[in-house]
């Protein structure tokens, strides 16, 4: 029998060579696999770092811009106020009338009518007093918030102005007869009178301290000339009285009368409202007559108005409104953006300018290397991540601001697409617009010669666009640039975009020059209701910068050039129908030699063919302040007799 032997492993496992080998490729590998982390580690920190570096260069920026911002302000405001000398002398109110009623000849008992009806207004520069003087309770008209009114002398607008300085923080401070107080609010004024408002913010029903006179009591002046004044201290809060006699003219001479008694009224001996005092000099005054006082504020539009918003509002003839204190580089602003100045207290209570073409839409898109996310809480579109890159590319670098100046008010904004001109072969890349860019503000038929074109492509680029084509019927216009602009793509509109599938309508924001986007549909449309019979519509939502912006398919072809007209729907341009045109002009000039440089326009023809394109104007709104023509109080009021 053969023994099978067991054979002994004598070599403990693997070698010691081979043991080195492996815990050198273990070292090696963990040294690798921390370089990995590390060169991650240290990538997250580039980027953040760029970041900051990006976020801090446009802190930077903005800063600057609100450094140059003040810098401005004060300039405009030393070139409008070039010698504004503000006395260090403080104002020392002169009361008078300490004569007790009986003793100036009234006939009964007047002081709770005349209480009821004079307050104090007082000008202030912070704590300091500048100026006091009377008003005279008014009507207040008919809006949710309630309001008074009180009609003093113009003076309090003279004083107003004199001590306006660049910091603006001047106000009014209404002294009521049961010696409360309330801010004032000077607004509307012309060569005699000035209207301050006050406004009770808890809604409560209005104090019965303070009544307004009943301008509908008119009264003849009195046969013998004997007149009596009235007015209220600021200071002390008492009434004053004093006796005087008419000298002819709408002249009165008194016993004792001082500057307190500017915007008091004048009464008879039975205590008929007369008029109010509007200038004193030593002891005699000038006065505005009731029936005088009644015209000048149905004028103001005060006892009248049949204004159920602001929408058209402009000031009446002869009226004049104090910037308010606190938003006089707002007010300077807006003008040299050619928006309405706005009605008395709307910028005060927080009203709002709507239909401006600074209002946005739909989901917006920063540029490129922009720091911060943008968006829109008033829209719930969801479309830039629908678009393919390329599109959303394309567009970027197409899709540009225009705006147009007279002098350096803004006539008007809206948006352009570069494009290659039909007809030209792609040799020739202008902007495709509205033709409300250049019309004329005044004769919505005609263009405006003397404008300027501001061309912008964000971050950074701006050129200056010259009106080389116009279609007014049509309402579009073709800009050229007076430089070239880096990186752009301009659309070749020639190809044919699919009417049928789902559309975008594309914009930049006129502030920041973010693209903004909103999608839709094309709708039938009934051309016997258009103001253009090849109008097309799209269910997309815009606004007024919106005007002259693309509408696109989700395959980025060109399918028309947006209208907003204020409706639910957006009229747009479609593809067709603008490349005949352009095309056509192309043609037109090559036969008559014109040179593509040369401004040319289709006007309107004659007036049975004309066509305006409805277009909301900017009005200012607040829904408190609004009035209700169906629910006009009378003027009656506190009567004294």
């Known amino acids: 029998m053969t023994v099978k032997k067991t054979v002994v492993d004598c070599t403990r496992g693997i070698s010691r060579e081979e043991r080195a080998i492996a815990r050198r490729n273990k070292r090696e590998s963990l040294i690798s696999s921390g370089s990995d982390v590390r060169r991650k580690k240290k990538r997250r920190v580039r980027r953040f770092q760029k970041q900051t570096e990006k976020m801090v260069k446009l802190l930077k920026e903005t800063l600057a811009a609100e450094a140059a911002e003040a810098a401005e302000e004060a300039r405009l405001f030393n070139l409008e106020h070039p010698h504004q000398v503000v006395s260090s002398t403080p104002f020392q109110e002169k009361e008078f009338g300490d004569k007790p009623l009986q003793t100036i000849r009234a006939s009964k008992d007047i002081t709770p009518d005349l209480s009821a009806i004079v307050v104090s207004l007082a000008l202030f520069d912070g704590s300091r007093m500048l100026f006091a003087c009377s008003g005279l309770a008014i009507p207040s008209g008919t809006t949710k918030l309630e309001l008074r009114r009180f009609v003093t002398s113009r003076r309090l607008v003279e004083e107003f102005n004199k001590n306006r300085n660049i910091d603006d923080k001047l106000r009014i401070d209404v002294c009521l007869p049961d010696n409360t107080h309330m801010d004032g609010f000077l607004g509307l004024y012309d060569k005699d009178i000035a209207i301050v408002t006050s406004c009770d913010f808890t809604y409560c029903a209005p104090t019965k301290d303070v009544c307004p006179v009943n301008l509908d009591l008119h009264a003849p002046l009195p046969s013998d000339g004997k007149i009596i004044a009235a007015a209220r201290a600021f200071g002390s809060g008492r009434l004053m009285v004093t006796s005087g006699l008419l000298t002819g003219n709408g002249i009165a001479r008194w016993e004792q009368i001082t500057e307190a008694a500017l915007g008091g009224p004048l009464v008879d001996q039975d205590a008929k409202f007369l008029g109010v005092n509007i200038r004193v000099e030593g002891p005699s005054s000038w006065f505005l007559p009731l029936m005088a006082l009644c015209k000048r504020l149905e004028n103001f539009q005060l006892l009248s108005s049949r204004t159920t918003d602001f929408r058209g509002y402009s000031l009446p003839p002869f009226v004049s409104s104090i910037i308010p204190s606190g938003f006089w580089f707002r007010i300077k602003q807006l003008d040299s953006l050619g928006y309405p100045r706005p009605p008395p207290l709307v910028l005060e209570f927080n009203g709002e300018l709507l239909e401006t073409f600074e209002e946005k839409f739909g989901q917006l898109l920063?540029?490129?290397?922009?720091?911060?996310?943008?968006?829109?809480?008033?829209?719930?579109?969801?479309?830039?991540?629908?678009?393919?890159?390329?599109?959303?590319?394309?567009?970027?670098?197409?899709?540009?601001?225009?705006?147009?100046?007279?002098?350096?008010?803004?006539?008007?904004?809206?948006?352009?697409?570069?494009?290659?001109?039909?007809?030209?072969?792609?040799?020739?890349?202008?902007?495709?617009?509205?033709?409300?860019?250049?019309?004329?503000?005044?004769?919505?038929?005609?263009?405006?010669?003397?404008?300027?074109?501001?061309?912008?492509?964000?971050?950074?680029?701006h050129a200056k666009g010259t009106l080389v084509f116009y279609h007014l019927n049509a309402n579009l216009a073709i800009v050229s640039l007076d430089k070239g602009i880096r990186g752009i793509r301009p659309f070749d509109i020639c190809h044919k975009g699919d009417l049928s599938k789902p559309v975008v309508a594309i914009a930049r924001k006129i502030e920041a020059g973010f693209l903004m986007a909103s999608k839709g549909e094309v709708v039938e449309y009934n051309p016997r209701d258009s103001y253009f019979e090849k109008l097309m519509l799209s269910t997309c939502k815009i606004n007024k910068a919106g005007i002259g912006g693309p509408l696109i398919n989700f395959d980025g072809a060109f399918v028309g050039m947006n209208h907003y007209d204020g409706s639910e729907v957006t009229p747009f341009m479609p593809r067709r129908e603008i490349v005949q045109i352009l095309k056509g002009e192309v043609n037109w000039r090559r036969q008559s030699g014109l040179s593509m440089d040369v401004l040319h326009g289709v006007g309107c023809g004659s007036r049975i063919h004309r066509r305006k394109w409805p277009l909301p104007e900017p009005y200012w709104y607040h829904g408190l302040l609004t009035m209700d023509k169906y629910d006009l109080h009378p003027h009656i009021g506190r009567q004294l007799q």
């Open 366 to 461: 920063a540029w490129k290397g922009y720091p911060y996310s943008v968006s829109n809480p008033r829209s719930r579109e969801y479309v830039w991540p629908l678009l393919p890159r390329d599109v959303v590319t394309n567009i970027s670098r197409s899709v540009v601001k225009l705006a147009s100046f007279n002098g350096s008010v803004r006539s008007f904004a809206c948006t352009g697409l570069l494009i290659k001109w039909p007809g030209t072969e792609g040799t020739r890349t202008v902007i495709l617009t509205s033709a409300s860019l250049v019309r004329s503000r005044d004769d919505h038929f005609k263009i405006d010669n003397n404008l300027t074109i501001d061309v912008f492509l964000p971050p950074k680029q």
